[in-house]
């Protein structure tokens, strides 16, 4: 039960970013945008681990799973959907990162020996994507060349994420979520931190608006912080695949709740769309069956 509230929590969370990456970027530019939300979770993950008394990586194995995917994480992951999100729609880059759960299906095979493609699986996954589909059907059109490269930047970025968690099963059980997550920044950073300089400017000079700071501060405490620490906890306690069957419910979560709190529209065929999802979801996710993690979770408490 524990792991299905997680697993729900984790849904809503990632289903809110959406809206707020959306408010940030008319105010910030979109690599600084992550670049200011990732530094301050650092700082605030700096704090709590202290406080804590978290341990922290020791071996060089470990390091080199932290920095690898630190940087497919961070670098490559999500400088690529907030770049990407200028010249594609939402709804297009919410389809694009639904890819996410096909590049899992297919690195689990490869990683992780006892978590195997089924015809249920690869089912499930495409019924999933095809609900994500139905939902943005009339944003996937690509009507310039920079929107191809955003759409390619989304599809980079899924990848990376999916290998990222992958990784992080097979061989991340040993480290504590705060202590990975927090270590993972540290090695991802830089890489967006020079770019955002370079391409940007001087982060001072920006629009700093009260609606900008607060996009900022929920995006680090909960798209983060919280995010991130719980979604490692899960992903040692349940199959990858269904750990990242996430990114096929947090589009239909944000199309909903753009429609509330913005009064975007709602579109006509979000409910079949939303069905299709829905469905996939109790196909993997919610099917009575024997779990076998393949991290070791005891030291994360």
């Known amino acids: 039960m524990k ?9 809503l969370i990632w289903g809110t970013t959406w809206i707020f990456i959306k408010i940030g970027l008319d105010d910030l530019p979109p690599i600084s945008f992550a670049a200011a939300r990732f530094l301050l979770a650092v700082a605030i993950l700096f704090v709590v681990i202290r406080v804590q008394k978290i341990p922290m990586p020791k071996t060089a194995k470990q390091w080199r799973l932290i920095a690898l ?3 497919l994480q961070f670098s490559i992951n999500y400088s690529m959907v907030f770049w990407s999100e200028q010249y594609i729609t939402s709804g297009l880059a ?30 499930a996954v495409a019924m999933g994507i095809v609900g994500v589909g139905v939902i943005f059907y009339d944003q996937l059109s690509v009507q310039s060349f920079m929107a191809f490269l955003g759409c390619l930047g989304v599809v980079i970025g899924s990848y990376a994420a ?3 968690s992958i990784l992080v099963k097979a061989k991340g059980g040993a480290i504590h979520p705060a202590a990975l997550v927090f270590c993972q920044m540290l090695c991802g950073l830089p890489a967006i931190i020079v770019y955002s300089l370079i391409a940007e400017g001087n982060p001072l000079t920006f629009h700093w608006t009260w609606k900008a700071v607060g996009c900022v501060l929920y995006l680090t405490i909960a798209g983060t912080i919280a995010a991130f620490w719980l979604y490692y906890w899960l992903l040692g306690k349940i199959e990858s695949t269904k750990a990242m069957m996430i990114s ?11 429609a509330i709190t913005i009064g975007e529209t709602l ?3 979000t409910g079949l769309g939303g069905l299709l999802i829905i469905g996939s979801i109790g196909l993997i996710v919610f099917r009575k069956r024997r779990l076998q993690p393949q991290m070791n979770t005891d030291q994360h408490g």
């Open 69 to 71: 995917t630190g940087v």
């Open 162 to 164: 999916a290998q990222a």
């Open 267 to 269: 579109p006509p065929q």
């Open 94 to 123: 919410a389809v694009l990162q639904a890819m996410i759960t096909v590049f899992g299906l297919i690195l689990a095979w490869i990683f992780l020996p006892n978590e195997r493609i089924t015809r249920l699986k690869v089912f």
């Open 3 to 11: 792991t299905v509230l997680i697993w729900l929590l984790l849904c």
């Open 248 to 258: 096929l419910v947090t589009p239909l979560l944000a199309v909903v709740i753009g």
